[in-house]
């Protein structure tokens, strides 16, 4: 179907001539600013705002307050189920609409501002589903119900899903329900409101205040560094501090912070245990992803030679690990490792044995 017959048929479905053109230029080049919708399509500048706002109101596109408005075409579920019912015009249109919905989008951008909460918890679910490697989430009980589901694959598939739910009168007697049993996915119960927070692969963040906030808004973050910043305050404030909702310590174990493998170990180490891991990180100087096993030959914080149990604010400066591969050793750093070797992503704790005694 051409684009001409396309754009009749959303006319038919009740959109002006500019509502559909800015709606089909939208679908075919992602979030865009208002003035760029106006130069790749027939709406004037003068009417651009007022046709996307009309968009908006029909629920075919969400409006996005950066710098200057911009505008993304809305998940098409309901549009499809519209068109469909209009007969077999409409349903070619469906057809061709949710193909090139699905369609990568052609830009990214740093940081969004969505005018809804649930906007942010939609966004969370696709990139759940997409994650590699890790999944960072502060949630209430109602919002992990929602993406229970996806977490859960997510996990399934090897990714590592750490959960902090906000405490609420009812949370054992739900919890027991949810079968928190697999070796990826771990819960803690935060006894202190907060946001919804989602930290994703080390490079996106999702965040929406809480039900106390005065205004409903969500943040989307597509950057390393900020969500670097969030990432330490889900760790330090929302992770560190709570225990474990079913405790597990059984090896292997999993971390997705350096830092909290080494508060974990550091004793051990000096007590003279092997420490055996894999590592699966970047490598520093070639970004190629890498996995390698050994024995930690070395771990280097402040005040190592004082205190064997560091605490988080003296791993928070500077924190490294040797590993032993039996063809070489390499040094392993953090996230944001710079003169390392390794930049580690997922420490798995594979054993843990002291000399004669057989491995933990």
């Given at each position: 179907?051409?684009?001409?017959?396309?754009?009749?048929?959303?006319?038919?479905?009740?959109?002006?001539?500019?509502?559909?053109?800015?709606?089909?230029?939208?679908?075919?080049?992602?979030?865009?600013?208002?003035?760029?919708?106006?130069?790749?399509?027939?709406v004037p500048t003068s009417q651009v705002y007022e046709t996307l706002r009309s968009l908006e109101t029909k629920?075919?596109?969400?409006?996005?307050?950066?710098?200057?408005?911009?505008?993304?075409?809305?998940?098409?579920?309901?549009?499809?189920?519209?068109?469909?019912?209009?007969?077999?015009?409409?349903?070619?249109?469906?057809?061709?609409?949710?193909?090139?919905?699905?369609?990568?989008?052609?830009?990214?951008h740093r940081v969004g501002v969505v005018k809804h909460a649930e906007t942010v918890l939609e966004h969370v679910?696709?990139?759940?589903?997409?994650?590699?490697?890790?999944?960072?989430?502060?949630?209430?009980?109602?919002?992990?119900?929602?993406?229970?589901?996806?977490?859960?694959?997510?996990?399934?598939?090897?990714?590592?899903?750490?959960?902090?739910?906000?405490?609420?009168?009812?949370?054992?007697?739900?919890?027991?329900?949810?079968?928190?049993?697999?070796?990826?996915?771990?819960?803690?119960?935060?006894?202190?409101?907060?946001?919804?927070?989602?930290?994703?692969?080390?490079?996106?963040?999702?965040?929406?205040?809480?039900?106390?906030?005065?205004?409903?808004?969500?943040?989307?973050?597509?950057?390393?560094?900020?969500?670097?910043?969030?990432?330490?305050?889900?760790?330090?404030?929302?992770?560190?501090?709570?225990?474990?909702?079913?405790?597990?310590?059984?090896?292997?174990?999993?971390?997705?912070?350096?830092?909290?493998?080494?508060?974990?170990?550091?004793?051990?180490?000096?007590?003279?245990?092997?420490i055996a891991v894999t590592i699966d990180g970047l490598d520093v100087e070639t970004r190629d992803f890498r996995?390698?096993?050994?024995?930690?030959?070395?771990?280097?914080?402040?005040?190592?030679?004082?205190?064997?149990?560091?605490?988080?604010?003296?791993?928070?400066?500077?924190?490294?690990?040797?590993?032993?591969?039996?063809?070489?050793?390499?040094?392993?750093?953090?996230?944001?490792?710079?003169?390392?070797?390794?930049?580690?992503?997922?420490?798995?704790?594979?054993?843990?044995?002291?000399?004669?005694?057989?491995?933990?």
């Open positions: 179907m051409d684009r001409d017959t396309l754009k009749r048929a959303l006319e038919n479905a009740d959109l002006t001539g500019y509502e559909a053109d800015a709606y089909l230029t939208l679908v075919d080049h992602g979030r865009l600013p208002a003035v760029d919708v106006a130069k790749k399509s027939s629920g075919f596109v969400e409006t996005i307050d950066q710098d200057r408005l911009h505008a993304e075409p809305s998940d098409p579920v309901d549009i499809l189920s519209h068109l469909r019912e209009r007969g077999n015009l409409f349903t070619d249109a469906a057809e061709e609409l949710e193909e090139r919905w699905e369609q990568p989008d052609l830009k990214d679910r696709t990139q759940v589903r997409e994650a590699d490697v890790a999944v960072e989430l502060a949630l209430t009980a109602d919002q992990f119900e929602s993406l229970r589901a996806d977490l859960q694959a997510a996990a399934d598939r090897d990714v590592i899903v750490h959960v902090a739910v906000y405490y609420e009168p009812d949370i054992a007697e739900r919890s027991a329900e949810w079968e928190l049993s697999g070796p990826n996915l771990e819960m803690r119960v935060v006894k202190i409101p907060g946001p919804f927070l989602a930290v994703l692969d080390r490079s996106r963040t999702y965040f929406a205040p809480n039900s106390r906030a005065e205004e409903n808004y969500g943040i989307l973050i597509h950057d390393n560094i900020l969500s670097f910043i969030n990432h330490w305050y889900f760790q330090t404030c929302l992770w560190y501090s709570w225990e474990p909702l079913s405790s597990n310590q059984q090896l292997p174990k999993t971390y997705i912070s350096l830092k909290e493998f080494i508060r974990d170990v550091s004793a051990l180490y000096h007590a003279g245990a092997s996995t390698v096993t050994g024995t930690v030959t070395n771990v280097y914080y402040p005040d190592i030679f004082t205190n064997h149990t560091p605490s988080l604010e003296r791993l928070s400066t500077y924190s490294i690990v040797w590993l032993d591969t039996g063809s070489e050793e390499l040094s392993v750093g953090g996230w944001g490792a710079v003169f390392e070797d390794l930049e580690a992503q997922k420490i798995t704790l594979e054993a843990i044995a002291f000399d004669g005694d057989a491995q933990l």
